[in-house]
């Protein structure tokens, strides 16, 4: 039973444009939501994330938005660039905070930026 | 900067060898964990730990284990390395105390077993 799901596999933007990437979850207990980027043969990066109590977080070209009646949360990226291709993998956190709980993280989305 | 470590990049063993693979971490981090990625199926929790000598079983245990002697290191153990434990493992470390859910990963070890 998958908690966290990215149903888009891949997405191709151009460069310059804005990249949206979707994100839904099942688990209501989830609390706090972090996007992870990850290039190949190396370990994901932690890019942006965003409490329960917030619906929006914003750095740089980064935005996260956060539904928790849709349970939906996506990743806006404006403008895009070549550099941004990677896989994005979206993860979640139940719990107090401070607890050693693992994330639990979606199958992840590729995207491709096209000069 | 946090820097996690693995002990190597790429790995290959044969079905049936006794396999570890070792995280370190310099940040004084109280958890730490294991996870697989596999194509398809994103990450995968394995097994994590809150403190020395502590350990609790994620997702996917099965045909691990993990010790944790020391507060920077974690191991991940395949006591009988199978074909299905090929996979590119990932260690990642986070701070115990307050509301910090950010974890940072190591660069990963991609293990085949043949």
């Known amino acids: 039973d998958q908690q966290v799901k990215q149903n888009s596999p891949s997405l191709s933007v151009q460069e310059g444009r804005i990249s949206i990437l979707n994100c839904d979850y099942t688990n209501s207990m989830f609390d706090y939501f972090l996007w992870y980027k990850k290039y190949p043969a190396e370990g994901p990066t932690f890019l942006i994330s965003i409490s329960s109590i917030k619906d929006k977080n914003e750095d740089g070209r980064f935005t996260v938005f956060l539904n928790k009646s849709a349970k939906h949360l996506s990743l806006h990226i404006v403008p895009s660039q070549p550099g941004d291709s990677a896989v994005y993998f979206c993860a979640a956190s139940a719990g107090s905070g401070g607890g050693a709980d693992g994330l639990t993280f979606g199958k992840g989305t590729h995207l491709i930026i096209q000069p | 900067d946090v820097k996690v470590t693995q002990s190597s990049r790429y790995l290959v063993k044969r079905t049936g060898e006794k396999v570890f693979l070792e995280c370190v971490q310099d940040?004084?981090?109280?958890?730490m964990f294991w996870y697989r990625q596999d194509p398809g199926l994103g990450l995968r929790l394995i097994y994590f730990?809150?403190?020395?000598?502590m350990k609790e079983k994620g997702d996917i245990p099965e045909g691990y284990s993990v010790s944790r002697e020391k507060k920077e290191r974690f191991s991940l153990i395949l006591e009988s390395a199978s074909t299905n434990q090929t996979s590119m493992y990932l260690c990642a470390s986070r701070w115990g105390s307050g509301r910090i859910h950010e974890q940072f990963f190591g660069p990963g070890t991609r293990l085949t077993v043949l």
């Open positions: 940040m004084d981090h109280e958890n």
């Open positions: 730990s809150y403190d020395v000598k």
